[in-house]
């Protein structure tokens, strides 16, 4: 996605304590003999640290996520990014009593099954259902170099920031802020807009991109917006690892933000 250089901010910290308790949670995962164990045991781990989480939060995927991803061509890959999706929320922040057993399954397919005892840490309170903000994007399948447009519907008024999840890159470059920037910077919205806005269109679009560096045979991936309202500006970094911000995101007290994702697919150009 082509976006402006963005100037870089100060994260401001909380001084909120959180909420823990420990589960046990569970993750499978089946792989064929051309996938190795160490990777699918990985896969197992992320499915089962989703797992805990979601015994905590209570967050699930999504029938549009699920649908999406069973439509697209690669639906293993959506299903992995959605999984880690599920994992926002809530932090791990440590684990115990660890197991890993491989089974064999239907033919020569093999299963990896990772068990654990979970500390999920959580942010204080509880969710404010009058806090709400629709989000609503001009397509869901782009083809590569077309323009995206987020339209905002807030509850009440609001500060909203948009970031970009890619998960197929790493560090500080998965998660990247592309509203507001120095072509458009509103500290606070009261009623629904489309970003661009008509006078920020003039000076900068949203250009979707397939990614560099992606095997020859795959022709779709999936990315996300997620959209971060708070009932009051938060100074947040202009790029996190997915790790960094959501440990950024689970310090805001629950009652005081609302979190929306939207899931997007781009189909390789022709070559």
Do not use: H
Not at 140 to 166: C, H
Not at 248 to 262: F, G, K, N, T, W
Request: overall charge negative; aromatic content about 8%.
């Amino acid at each position: 996605m082509k976006t402006p250089a963005l100037i870089l901010v100060l994260v401001l910290a909380f001084p909120i304590s959180a909420s823990a308790e420990w589960v046990r949670a569970k993750g499978d995962y089946i792989f064929p003999p051309a996938m190795s164990e160490a990777e699918a045991c990985q896969q197992a781990d992320s499915r089962a640290r989703a797992d805990a989480i979601r015994q905590i939060t209570g967050e699930t995927l999504s029938s549009e996520e699920t649908m999406r991803c069973t439509e697209q061509g690669d639906e293993a890959e959506c299903a992995k990014n959605s999984t880690t999706w599920t994992a926002m929320g809530g932090e791990i922040r440590s684990t115990r009593d660890r197991q890993a057993v491989t089974t064999v399954e239907v033919d020569v397919y093999r299963k990896c099954t990772v068990s654990f005892d979970a500390d999920v840490y959580v942010a204080e309170g509880k969710s404010d259902p009058n806090f709400d903000v629709g989000v609503v994007l001009n397509n869901m399948v782009y083809r590569d170099g077309e323009n995206l447009t987020v339209t905002l519907k807030p509850s009440q008024p609001m500060a909203v920031q948009i970031f970009q999840w890619l998960p197929y890159e790493k560090g500080d470059a998965q998660v990247a802020r592309i509203f507001p920037n120095p072509f458009e910077n509103l500290a606070r919205i009261d009623k629904a807009i489309t970003i661009p806005t008509e006078a920020g269109s003039r000076r900068y679009d949203l250009k979707v991109g397939f990614p560099v560096g992606q095997p020859p045979g795959r022709k779709m991936v999936d990315e996300y917006l997620m959209v971060v309202a708070t009932k009051k500006p938060m100074a947040f970094r202009d790029s996190y690892s997915l790790d960094d911000f959501n440990r950024v995101v689970a310090e805001i007290p629950l009652s005081d933000r609302r979190i929306v994702r939207r899931l997007y697919n781009i189909v390789r150009g022709s070559e």
